[in-house]
C-alpha cells in the first residue's frame, strides 16, 4: 500500500515516524508536518512490519470524499476576501493562490486516475 499525496501541501515525501510513545507511529508529510492518527505498532516478537506499515498508510490515506472540492471552496474565499477589502496579494495570498493551483492539478490528476 502506497502513501496519497499530502491532502494540505500536496508532496508525496511522506514517512513514518515516531508517535507519543514507542509503541504508537504517525505518517507525516516532509514538506509541511501533517500527521496523520496515531497507530499502534507490534513491538514484541513475532514482529508484523508489514501489517504495521498497511495500517500506517489506511490511516494516512483516509481522506473526506470532497478534499478537493472544500480546498478550493476554501482558497476561493479568501481570494474573495481579500479583492473585496481591496488587500493586495501578500505572501498569504501568494500561498492561497498557488495553494489552489495545485489542488486544480492534483485534482486533474485524480479524474485522469479514475
Do not use: H
Not at 85 to 109: H, Q
Amino acid at each position: 500500500m502506497n502513501f496519497e499525496p499530502c491532502p494540505f501541501c500536496g508532496s508525496n515525501i511522506i514517512d513514518i515516524a515516531e508517535g507519543s510513545t514507542f509503541r504508537w507511529k504517525v505518517a507525516e508529510c516532509q514538506e509541511c508536518g501533517a500527521r496523520c492518527g496515531e497507530v499502534r505498532v507490534k513491538t514484541l516478537p513475532p514482529l508484523d512490519l508489514d501489517g504495521d506499515f498497511k495500517r500506517i498508510a489506511e490511516e494516512w490515506n483516509k481522506r473526506p470524499v470532497n478534499i478537493f472540492s472544500e480546498r478550493m471552496r476554501l482558497s476561493s474565499a479568501v481570494e474573495k476576501y481579500m479583492s473585496d477589502n481591496k488587500i493586495f496579494p501578500d505572501v498569504f495570498g501568494v500561498i492561497c493562490a498557488l495553494s489552489r493551483m495545485k489542488m486544480l492539478y492534483l485534482f486533474k490528476e485524480k479524474e485522469i486516475e479514475e
